[in-house]
């Protein structure tokens, strides 16, 4: 059986040559062989359309600004589909995109950004010079995405880095202070072959099958500022008269922050020592995500603490 061309009047199926094949083989409406010629005209038409806006698309996708974009505020698309649409790869990666956008944006506004478990910075010394550890762990970054190191990973010695930029420059000389960051970063997973048919070692491959959602480390000069534990004094003062509920209004009432630049996440500042030893402060520029998990510990520190011996009666 040839290829089929969908029509007002329902399925047209033509043999390769556009002559009308077998109408017994689907109980279907058939087309003289005119018809046969004019459909396979107009789909393949179609197709150009089609690839022509697909590859325009999927260069709107690729631009750097579509990971920000899928964390800004709007109303969320989804796609809705039907029966006999033709579906391609824009139509898939749509529907991709409202489900990220939909996990991005809580994670931006209901926990935000920062450390949710690991990630630790230690000083370490080696036969290769002074560097530092980050242990395994989870963060969050400011667009909302999640940034997972799976195993330890030593940076040693310590430099000007910047893997997310294989352009940017290193520079052995560290400066007096430096403050290590942590990004997200998608990297090509394997290729996958186009069509059913296996191609035969050292043919060429398709495009990338899949992308494997990684991480990339940043070490620039400066230290990075000290998280801010400055408090509302009205919403404090709410607090303090037993007025909950007017204390949060008041804090949720505040603008929505936008998307920043940088998405990056703030793990340590480290300094140089004169000896060239380094000092790690992996706290106080580091956020840390606010998660059931720690609000729950927290509580249980907090409650025997409150009452005399432990007792909670």
Same mark, same amino acid.
């Given at each position: 059986m040839g290829k089929a061309y969908r029509s007002d009047l329902g399925l047209v199926f033509c043999?390769?040559?556009?002559?009308?094949?077998?109408?017994?083989?689907?109980?279907?409406?058939?087309?003289?062989?005119?018809?046969?010629?004019?459909?396979?005209?107009?789909?393949?038409?179609?197709?150009?359309?089609?690839?022509?806006h697909v590859m325009r698309k999927r260069n709107q996708m690729e631009d750097p600004t579509h990971e920000q974009w899928l964390a800004e505020?709007?109303?969320?698309?989804?796609?809705?589909?039907?029966?006999?649409?033709?579906?391609?790869?824009?139509?898939?990666?749509? $529907?991709?995109?409202? =489900? @990220?956008?939909?996990?991005?944006?809580?994670?931006?506004?209901?926990? !935000?950004?920062?450390?949710?478990?690991?990630?630790?910075?230690?000083?370490?010394?080696t036969t290769q010079g002074n560097g530092v550890r980050i242990s395994a762990g989870l963060a969050l970054d400011e667009w909302g995405r999640e940034i997972v190191i799976p195993t330890d990973v030593d940076i040693v010695p310590l430099r000007l880095s910047d893997d997310c930029d294989p352009l940017s420059p290193s520079d052995e000389l560290l400066p007096p202070s430096v403050h290590i960051s942590l990004c997200y970063r998608e990297i090509a997973g394997r290729q996958q072959p186009v069509g059913a048919v296996e191609l035969e070692a050292g043919a060429d491959q398709?495009?990338?099958?899949?992308?494997? $959602?990684?991480?990339? =480390? @940043?070490?620039?000069?400066?230290?990075?500022?000290?998280?801010?534990? !400055?408090?509302?004094?009205e919403a404090l003062e709410h607090l303090r008269s037993g007025r909950l509920h007017d204390a949060l209004c008041l804090l949720a009432a505040t603008t929505c922050r936008p998307t920043s630049v940088d998405p990056s996440v703030v793990l340590a500042n480290v300094e140089v020592n004169d000896d060239g030893s380094l000092t790690v402060d992996a706290c106080g520029p580091r956020v840390i995500v606010p998660t059931n998990r720690l609000l729950l510990q927290l509580a249980h520190i907090i409650t025997p603490a409150a009452t005399p011996n432990g007792d909670s009666g």
């Open positions: 043999k390769p040559e556009g002559s009308p094949d077998d109408p017994n083989v689907m109980g279907r409406r058939f087309h003289r062989h005119e018809a046969c010629h004019h459909h396979r005209k107009q789909a393949e038409t179609r197709t150009v359309y089609v690839h022509r505020l709007y109303p969320a698309e989804r796609p809705r589909y039907f029966y006999g649409q033709l579906l391609t790869a824009d139509d898939f990666k749509k $529907e991709q995109d409202y =489900l @990220r956008r939909k996990n991005q944006l809580h994670n931006r506004f209901g926990l !935000s950004q920062g450390v949710v478990c690991g990630l630790s910075v230690t000083p370490l010394t398709g495009p990338t099958g899949s992308l494997v $959602e990684s991480y990339c =480390l @940043r070490v620039q000069e400066g230290a990075a500022p000290d998280v801010s534990t !400055s408090t509302d004094p």
